[in-house]
C-alpha cells in the first residue's frame, strides 16, 4: 500500500512537469497547426541556460527568470527565421523542419554544453524529504510540481483573461476570420513558440534538477506525444491531464512491472498504451471533434 | 456613377492565385461614403475574391493583385497586410457564418474588439451590438459552435461590428437561412448602414433581396463586371429579370426549353 501512494504521488508530481512541456506543444499546434517534434531540444535549452546561471552564482528563481527571457526570445527568434516562410506549405514540409531544428539545437547543445552528464549543484531543493500523512515526498518534486502548477495557472489565465489570448484561441479556430477581423497571425505565432519554449525551458529544469541534466533529458520531447494524443491534440485541459496520466502510468510501470520485464518499461510504457488508447478514441480525451449542429 | 466622396475605389484590378490562375479580369467599383452597393454574380464569378482583395486577405490564399490599384479613402491599400488594413477601418464578413465554434458569443464579439485597446470601449461596443442584435444578448454565454444559424450570422456581424469599421464587406449573409431571419438580418443591416454611417460591399447571389437594400449594383460574370446601375434600372432590365430575379418579360411561369440561354448569356461576356 505503501508503495503504491508513493508511486501515485511521485507520478502526479512528474505528470505535472510533463503537463506544462505538452501544454507549450498544444499551444503551437493549436495555433499554427504546426506539429512540433523540437519540444525535447527546446526542454533542453531552457534547462541548460538555468543550469549555466545557477552554477554562476545566480540564485535558483532567478537563474528561472532569465532562462523565461531567453527562452521568449528565442521562440519569437525560432518562429521568425525558420517558420514564418513555412506558413502555408505543406505539414509535411513544416514537421521536416522541426526535425531539423531538434538537429541543430541538439548539436548547438553537445557543442556548448558537452556530453556529459550535469547537475544543479549545490542541490536546489534539500534532500530531506517531507512528510504528509502517510506519504513522504521528496521535496525536489513537491516543488516542482507546485512551479509546474503555478506556471500551468498563469498561462492558461493569460489564455482566458487577456485580449491576446482570446485573439489565440480564435486564431486557433479559425485563422482566416481572425485575420479578418484585425488579429496579426504572425503575432500569434510568435507568441505560440514564445510561450512554448518558455513551458519547455521550466519542465527542463525541473527535470534536470530529479535526475540530472544531460541530453537524454531531450527525452522528454518524445515522451510529450503520448502525453498530447491522449488529452487531444488541441486541447490545453486534455494536456495537462494527459500529462497526469503519463507520469502515473510510466511511474506505476516502474514500480511493478520493472520486475518481470526488466530494462526499460516505464520508456515503452506509455507509447503501447498511447498505441492501444487510440484505437478507441482517436481524438484523445478531450480532443476537437468537429462541432456540428444538427 | 460619380459621386465625388467615395470610400473605396477598386481601380480596374487583376488577381492572381499562385501566380497562375486569373481570376479577375480588370474590374473596377465604387463605394460612396455611407453607400450601399451590390454585388450581384453567380457562383465562380469571382465575387468573394474581389472582397479579399479589398481586406487583404487574398494574400492568405497565396493570391495577389497584379494589376490596378485599391483605394480606401484615397489611400492605395492594395498591398498592405490585412490586420492593417482592418485598423484602417474596413472589415470583412467572410461567407460561410465562420464563427470562433469553441469561444462563447461574447467572447467571439471580444475578439473582434481586439484593436480596441481599453476596456471601456469594448463595454461600448458590446452595448451597440446588443442593441442591435438582442437576441445575442440571451446567447452570449453559449458556445458559438452550438447557435442557430441565424444567431451564427448575428455573432459574425456583430463580431464585424466591434472593430468599429468604416466599411464593412458583406459575403452572402442569406446562404442557408431562412426567409424570415434573412428579413430580419437585412433590416438591421440597413439601420446600421443610416444610423451608424457605415458603408457596406454587399455580395449576394439573392438578387431580389440585393437589389432592395442596395441602391446601387455590379454584376459580375466571370471575372468581369458585365453591368453596373442603379437598382430600379437593373430590376428592369430583361437579362437580370431572366437570369436573377428568375421572371419572363410576361411576368408569367415559362418554360426553360424557350429559353437560348446560353446564346444571351454570351453576350454579355464578349
Known sequence: MDLFLMTLTTGIMVGGIYALVALGWVLIYKCSGVLNLAMGEMTLIGAYVSLSFYSMGVPFLLSMLFMLIIGFILGI???????????????????????????FFKGTL?????????????????????????????????????AAIVLLVIFVSFFKYTRWGLAMQ???????????????????????????????????????????????????????????????????????????????????CGAYLDRYFPGGVKEIAPFAFMAVFLLWKPYGIWGWERIERV | MDSPQSILKINNIEVKYHEV???????????????????????????????????????????????????????????????????????????????????????????????????????????????????????????AGFISGGEQQMTVVGRALMT?????????????????????????????????????LLVEQNAKLAL????????????RIVMNDSAEKLRENPDIKDFYLGMTDLGGRKSFRDVKHYKRRKRWLT
Open chain 1, 77 to 103: 527568434l525560432t518562429e521568425r527565421i525558420f517558420l514564418d516562410r513555412l506558413i502555408g506549405e505543406p505539414v509535411l514540409t513544416v514537421i521536416m523542419v522541426t526535425v531539423g531544428l531538434s538537429f
Open chain 1, 110 to 146: 553537445e557543442f556548448i554544453w558537452g556530453t556529459d552528464t550535469r547537475s544543479f549543484t549545490p542541490p536546489v531543493f534539500s534532500i530531506e524529504p517531507i512528510r504528509i500523512g502517510p506519504l513522504v515526498i521528496g521535496q525536489v518534486y513537491l516543488w516542482s510540481f507546485v
Open chain 2, 164 to 200: 468599429s469599421p468604416r466599411l464593412i464587406l458583406l459575403d452572402e449573409p442569406s446562404m442557408g437561412l431562412a426567409p424570415l431571419l434573412i428579413h430580419e438580418i437585412f433590416n438591421i443591416i440597413t439601420r446600421l448602414n443610416q444610423e451608424e454611417k457605415i458603408s457596406l
Open chain 1, 170 to 252: 480564435a486564431t486557433a479556430d479559425d485563422e482566416m476570420a481572425a485575420l479578418s477581423l484585425g488579429v496579426s497571425a504572425r503575432f500569434v505565432y510568435a507568441a505560440a513558440w514564445a510561450i512554448a519554449f518558455m513551458a519547455a525551458g521550466v519542465g527542463g529544469t525541473l527535470l534536470g534538477n530529479i535526475n540530472g541534466l544531460n541530453i537524454s533529458v531531450g527525452y522528454l520531447g518524445l515522451l510529450v506525444l503520448p502525453v498530447v494524443v491522449l488529452g487531444g491534440l488541441n486541447s490545453v485541459p486534455g494536456a495537462i491531464l494527459g500529462g497526469v496520466i503519463i507520469g502515473v502510468l510510466q511511474n506505476f
Open chain 2, 21 to 143: 490562375i486569373l481570376v479577375i479580369k480588370g474590374v473596377s467599383i465604387e463605394v460612396p461614403e455611407g453607400g450601399i452597393v451590390a454585388l450581384l454574380g453567380a457562383n465562380g464569378a469571382g465575387k468573394s475574391t474581389i472582397l479579399k482583395a479589398v481586406s487583404g486577405l487574398l494574400k492568405h490564399e497565396d493570391g495577389r493583385v497584379t494589376d490596378g490599384s485599391i483605394e480606401f479613402l484615397g489611400q492605395r491599400i492594395d498591398r498592405m497586410p490585412p490586420e492593417k488594413i482592418a485598423k484602417m477601418g474596413i472589415v470583412q464578413v467572410i461567407e460561410g457564418r465562420r464563427v470562433f465554434e469553441h469561444l462563447t458569443v461574447e467572447q467571439n464579439l471580444k475578439v473582434g474588439a481586439h484593436m480596441r485597446k481599453f476596456g471601456r470601449s469594448i463595454k461600448e461596443g458590446l452595448e451597440m451590438v446588443y442593441h442591435y442584435f438582442p437576441r445575442l444578448y440571451e446567447k452570449r454565454n453559449e458556445i
Open chain 2, 212 to 223: 432592395n437594400v442596395a441602391p446601387y449594383a455590379y454584376v459580375l460574370e466571370n471575372g
